[in-house]
Structures are given as C-alpha cells and as structure tokens.
C-alpha cells in the first residue's frame, strides 16, 4: 500500500470513527486488534471506542499531524470536548478540556492491526 493509500484510508477511519459508524469499523480494524499489547479484538475495540462515546458526548477526533509510512501511520489527535464525568481518574465534570493523544498504528491487510496510544494526562489536569 502507498503513503497516499494508507494516509486515505486512515483519514477515512477517523471519519468513521466521528460518525460513530460502528457497523463499518470492520472495514479499517482487523478482527485480532492490539491496544497498547492488549489483546482486544474487534469487538473488544469498538466497545471501548463506544465506551468512549458515552463518557464523552461530543468526543471528535481532529488530526493534527499524520506521518504515514507503510505499514505504519503516526498520528497526533487534538481534542476538544466535555467530558460527563471522570475522565482518565481526573474529575471533568462537563468543564471543557483540550487534550492530544499521541498514537501509532499498523495495518495488516489494509486493517488496522496494532494501536499504541499515549494521551497527554498532563494537560487535562492543568486546566482542571
């Protein structure tokens, strides 16, 4: 697959992603998926993306950066939103926070097989 493949097909994942498509997301995550080395498969990926959803109503997912380099894409995620409740043990609450999350992906079979993700915690408490 070519950067301009793989940059495309991620770009549309994150479309999916915001529409909350969940009967798509089998198009652009394969069904043995890793989390940060945890095994969680598809289905175990797309509920923790809905759990997501839940904790944060207006979650969406904002590219900032994207290095794409097959098999692989780099990306950094800007956030803005409020989340319910909790959010990552810190007290949100329904405040607004901005936030980024730092994650790497790689494709297998055009399907995203491996995710490692790190969120910026630090500057969720600074605003708190």
């Not at 998926?33 to 990926?45: E, K, Q």
């Not at 936030?99 to 708190?128: G, M, P, T």
Request: aromatic share 10%; hydrophobic share 45%; proline share 5%.
């Amino acid at each position: 697959m070519s950067e301009a493949d793989l940059t495309n097909l991620y770009r549309d994942y994150i479309a999916c992603l915001n529409r909350q498509d969940w009967p798509a997301l089998g198009q652009f995550v394969h069904h043995d998926v890793t989390h940060n080395a945890r095994p969680l498969g598809l289905a175990g990926y797309r509920a923790m993306l809905e759990q997501d959803f839940r904790e944060i109503p207006d979650l969406r997912f904002n590219i900032e950066m994207l290095i794409s380099e097959p098999p692989r894409i780099a990306a950094r995620l800007r956030f803005d939103c409020m989340p319910a409740a909790t959010f990552l043990g810190l007290a949100v609450n329904g405040r607004r926070v901005s936030f980024c999350e730092n994650v790497f992906y790689e494709f297998r079979d055009r399907k995203i097989r491996q995710v490692w993700s790190i969120v910026d915690k630090a500057a969720i408490e600074a605003q708190l």
